[in-house]
């Protein structure tokens, strides 16, 4: 015999529809924005919390420091930069081209009171990990963030 249910079928779907619609405005916020033009791409990126901070890591796999610009821009962490297009050498000649070459803008938004001030960036094995502690209020203007090169372990 099914367990019997305390109220129909029917009362569950709106509050179902309430929580699917919550779940697209939250992840509406992490969205790509706008489509990568041509030529250029878009790093992938995990944000979550960790010991009082907000972390992000992007794969930017074979950029250095001196392609990458990190800032904290409004309520906003900016990652930007640039691949540079590797040409064959006079002899060689491309069969297969797969990995993303030119500029890419990622803006991901910050929803709590952060102390960019405070914020580090560190770029290791491809990718570029952005630690910013948590505060008690927040202050609307840019601040760049300096990138460290850490080895590649062998």
Avoid at 99 to 107: E, H, K, V, Y
């Amino acid at each position: 015999m099914p367990p019997r249910r305390s109220r129909p079928p029917e009362d569950d779907l709106p509050a179902l529809q309430r929580e699917i619609n919550l779940l697209f405005e939250r992840l509406s916020t992490f969205d790509r924005s706008e489509p990568a033009a041509g030529g250029e791409w878009i790093p992938s990126v995990d944000v979550f919390e960790r010991e009082g901070a907000l972390v992000v890591v992007a794969e930017v796999p074979g950029l250095g420091p001196e392609s990458l610009r990190v800032a904290i821009r409004d309520d906003a962490l900016v990652l930007s930069g640039e691949r540079r297009t590797k040409r064959p050498s006079v002899a060689g000649t491309y069969l297969c081209l797969e990995r993303p070459n030119g500029r890419f803008t990622r803006t991901i938004p910050l929803e709590r009171a952060l102390d960019a001030r405070r914020a580090t960036a560190r770029l290791r094995g491809g990718l570029l990990t952005v630690i910013i502690p948590r505060r008690d209020e927040r202050r609307g203007r840019e601040t760049l963030i300096p990138i460290e090169r850490e080895p590649d372990e062998a």
